[in-house]
């Protein structure tokens, strides 16, 4: 499906002194987060990030976006997610806000545990904490804040 963003109400890319940042509005659909992660993509190379944590970073940012858009919104066309990204040679901070209820990212079950393996889902925040240096949660629980530092 096409995608108007100016519809998404994007703030659209701008560089300066601290990189390059992307603000932008996203439509609670699925494929809607490739707005994001192929201008993010892009901007961890021209900034020099190594190819495994560029890796990391996509999978994480893809995961929240995603969580935000089915879990958060549950797909909900009246409903947006916010995408606040900044990448710099040495940090890159992507910050996701949804408009659902929330959720309490301590009763997510372990994924790792013995009943849970054959389970397809519950990875996604596994898998940001594992990537990402910093992880954090607003108190209700529909904004995710992430960052990955260099070394």
């Known amino acids: 499906?096409?995608?108007?963003?100016?519809?998404?109400?994007?703030?659209?890319p701008s560089p300066g002194a601290a990189g390059w940042r992307l603000t932008i509005h996203l439509p609670s659909e699925r494929g809607a987060s490739r707005m994001v992660?192929?201008?993010?993509?892009?901007?961890?190379?021209?900034?020099?990030?190594?190819?495994?944590?560029?890796?990391?970073i996509h999978l994480a940012a893809e995961?929240?976006?995603?969580?935000?858009?089915?879990?958060?919104?549950?797909?909900?066309?009246?409903?947006?997610?916010?995408?606040?990204?900044?990448?710099?040679?040495?940090?890159?901070?992507?910050?996701?806000?949804?408009?659902?209820?929330?959720?309490?990212p301590g009763q997510v079950p372990d994924c790792t545990s013995e009943e849970r393996l054959e389970v397809p889902s519950g990875r996604g925040v596994m898998l940001m904490r594992t990537?990402?240096?910093?992880?954090?949660?607003?108190?209700?629980?529909n904004r995710v804040l992430m960052e990955k530092r260099k070394g």
Request: glycine share 8%; net charge negative.
């Open 1 to 12: 499906m096409a995608h108007d963003t100016s519809a998404c109400d994007s703030a659209g």
């Open 37 to 56: 992660t192929e201008d993010l993509l892009e901007q961890l190379g021209v900034h020099g990030w190594d190819p495994t944590d560029i890796f990391s």
């Open 63 to 104: 995961e929240a976006i995603v969580n935000a858009i089915v879990h958060g919104n549950k797909l909900d066309p009246h409903k947006k997610v916010l995408v606040d990204c900044l990448v710099s040679p040495d940090l890159v901070r992507v910050e996701i806000t949804d408009e659902g209820a929330g959720f309490d």
């Open 131 to 141: 990537f990402m240096t910093r992880i954090e949660y607003n108190e209700k629980g």
